[in-house]
């Protein structure tokens, strides 16, 4: 087995992927909810600042690997980790073993579909109660995150995948390559 992180700006997929795995029995860590918790105790100064944040999130990221690694007591436990603030570069650097990294993203989406889309799928999401404008701010800082981060794939050899249309059958494409990395590491 292996861990499996899943990075991607804000509803591009990483949580709907991630929960295909938490039925396969990873535990799913949902690093978006924990970094909220943090912003409110740590990281206020800038919390909205994604270069700044994300070699913390790496370094989180990896020391809860690290732990899981050295915790004989539950017989190894497996990762999903879910989460928006990394940066391939940051992560990579750790090199972590036993694990598969895929990021998500959009780098061509129409920003008032893709409102739309969110108005009538994410009726418990943390959008239901953000405004119009605040989400499409946050759809635009997406797409720039994207084109960053798709770039920093391909320099760290980490796969990207553009859920910018299709977005069902990119999910699944993303499911089978990660499903092809934790069989390769049982052969």
Not at 52 to 68: G, R, Y
Not at 145 to 172: A, G, H, L, P, Q
């Amino acid at each position: 087995m292996k861990h499996i992180i899943i990075a991607g700006g804000s509803r591009c997929g990483k949580t709907t992927l991630s929960l295909m795995f938490r039925e396969k029995g990873f535990n799913h860590y949902k690093m978006d909810s924990i970094k909220r918790g943090i912003d409110n105790n740590f990281w206020n100064g800038y919390k909205d600042d994604w270069r700044k944040v994300s070699p913390h999130m790496a370094h989180l990221i990896n020391q809860v690997i690290n732990e899981c690694e050295s915790d004989l007591t539950n017989n190894k436990e497996w990762y999903v980790i879910d989460t928006c603030h990394l940066y391939p570069s940051d992560i990579a650097k750790y090199n972590l073993k036993n694990t598969t990294i895929v990021f998500l993203g959009y780098t061509d989406i129409d920003i008032e579909k893709k409102l739309k889309e969110i108005r009538k799928y994410d009726k418990n999401a943390w959008t239901n109660k953000a405004s119009d404008d605040d989400i499409r701010f946050s759809l635009k800082l997406g797409i720039d995150y994207s084109r960053e981060t798709k770039e920093e794939c391909k320099n760290y050899n980490i796969k990207y995948f553009d859920t910018s249309k299709n977005f069902k059958k990119v999910i699944n494409e993303a499911y089978k390559y990660i499903e092809g990395e934790l069989d390769e590491k049982n052969n």
